[in-house]
């Protein structure tokens, strides 16, 4: 069983070394269309719920409904499943996922009542295999590349990632 478990997390950091490379080589030009935030969010919610299904995911925000960026589809999910799966995994009780506009830009806030990130850890948290201490077992998983996956793709797509409070936790 112990080997089983060993080879099992070889093979995802193996496949996550893959994508984060993957991800850095890219075009940022590559394969770019228009997607309706909302739809992306929701089922992103959808899938991600059976990881904690005693968490809930919500989607909120006043303009949701027309607003739309130019991404490459499966980059744009990765990033925003990421960012998920680590909210639910840190959290008590619920993940919010809130859509707004501020000018020409959309805003994705992914806010858990979790107990937070110190704000001296909270630029680290997106180097490669940077996992804060109480992190650091099997039952957490990761491989402390999920959110550097993260700052590749979004900052490759033009856009921005960090870390603040959320009135949750």
Same mark, same amino acid.
């Given at each position: ?5 060993? =080879? #099992? ?9 893959? $994508?984060?490379?993957? /991800? +850095?080589?890219? %075009?940022? @030009? ?13 089922? =992103? #919610? ?9 968490? $809930?995911?919500?989607? /909120? +925000?006043?303009? %949701?409904? @027309? ?33 707004? %506009?501020? @000018? ?33 077992? %099997? ?26 409070d959320a009135p949750a936790g």
């Open positions: 069983k112990e080997i089983d478990d060993d =080879l #099992a997390e070889l093979d995802s950091l193996i496949e996550e070394l893959l $994508v984060y490379h993957r /991800v +850095g080589s890219s %075009r940022p @030009d590559a394969a770019k269309e228009i997607l309706r935030v909302q739809d992306e969010l929701e089922n =992103l #919610a959808q899938r991600t719920a059976r990881f904690r299904p005693e968490i $809930v995911v919500r989607v /909120v +925000g006043n303009e %949701r409904a @027309d607003s739309q960026v130019l991404a490459n589809r499966d980059l744009f999910q990765r990033a925003l499943q990421n960012l998920l799966i680590n909210a639910v995994r840190h959290a008590r009780a619920s993940v919010t996922l809130e859509i707004a %506009r501020r @000018d020409a830009q959309v805003l994705v806030a992914v806010c858990d009542d979790g107990p937070g990130i110190p704000p001296a850890d909270r630029d680290r948290i997106f180097e490669p295999f940077t996992r804060l201490d109480g992190s650091r077992s %099997r039952d957490t998983g990761g491989t402390g590349l999920g959110l550097a996956i993260v700052r590749r793709i979004v900052d490759g797509q033009g856009g921005s990632v960090l870390v603040d």
